[in-house]
């Protein structure tokens, strides 16, 4: 799944050559400052969000993505590919997330691109990690917790905001060996600040859920880091695997279907980048008692969502989840 984009990748590369040399030409002649500040490519809009909070006025930060792209099977463009030649960093968030783009990105490392990989800096987990301890030994997950890359590493470190914390330390540091004349890492301290903060918060929010009823099933395998931090347990997921791009088998439904009555899970978390057919296909096989829910996950909402930014997304998925998963009034003892 991986090498599909590598001849495109190749033959975009192949192309700007010329384009890359000018502009390794320009930011020779005059560094970051001779554009204007500096410039930060991120794939994915959380990146970017996450990155203008520390660059602030001191430069610029495109994403590359648009919001509500999937970041699994998202190709680039040749300008775009021309864009993350010429910036002074390219963010990533690697693991394998950016599927269509990994033969690009290793391309823009092999001529001189600065790309920084945050996922693989912040502590990964394995798919399947994110199953509280406490639910290990009384659930078996054989049928539906199967992965067709079980033990790699989770990519969706976004979504956990003590790691995203962290993230911000790591790039402002590398902000600092390109231009040692702003103190990032002052920056990003704030920024950690405000990101403990939101866990604190979505912990407010989440006490709404009780530890029995703290049981996830999503559209994909994308929760792992929520279930970790916040002790949630992963029942399954409807697509297999942890990219968006794999097909189900029937048997890989008819064993969810088992696993969410088995366990009565009101609720399956969908994304917002991904069609819904088939999770509305496995909630209707149960009956009326499941609800089909977006969350942002893969990229922000647009503006004026409530999910525009990285904390207002997360703030927004934790309410989602502690409606659809709380005891209504009628059921609370």
Known sequence: MRGRGQGRAAALLAALVMVAAACG????????????????????????????QIVAADGTVEALLPIGADPHDYQASAQQVAELLDADLVLANGLGLEEGLVD??????????????????????????????????????????????????????????????????????????????TDWPARAEVYAAEMLAVDAQIREILEAVPPGQRKLVTNHDSLGYFAARYDFYVVGAVIPGGATLADPSSAD?????????????????????????????????????????????????????????????????????????????????
Do not use: C, K
């Open 25 to 52: 030409a320009a930011s020779e002649s005059g560094g970051p400052d001779a554009a204007g500040g500096l410039r930060v490519v991120a794939t994915t809009t959380v990146l970017a969000d996450l990155a203008r």
């Open 253 to 333: 439904l008819a064993a969810l279907v088992a696993a969410i009555e088995r366990e009565a899970v009101p609720a399956i978390f969908v994304e917002t980048t991904e069609p819904t057919d088939l999770a509305d296909a496995v909630a209707a096989e149960i009956g009326a008692d499941v609800a089909v829910v977006e969350l942002y996950t893969g990229s922000l909402g647009a503006p004026g969502s409530g999910a525009d930014s990285l904390p207002g997304m997360l703030l927004t998925n934790a309410m989602r989840i502690a409606a659809a998963l709380a005891p209504s009034p009628a059921e609370t003892p």
């Open 104 to 181: 690009v990105l290793a391309n823009v490392a092999a001529d001189g691109g600065n790309v920084l990989e945050i996922g693989e800096r912040v502590d990964p987990i394995p798919f399947g990690g994110g199953a509280g301890d406490d639910h290990d030994d009384d659930h078996d997950d054989g049928d539906d917790g199967d992965h067709d890359d079980h033990g790699a590493e989770d990519p969706h470190v976004w979504l956990d905001p003590v790691r995203m914390a962290e993230a911000g330390r790591i790039i402002a540091a590398e902000l600092a060996a390109i231009d040692p004349t």
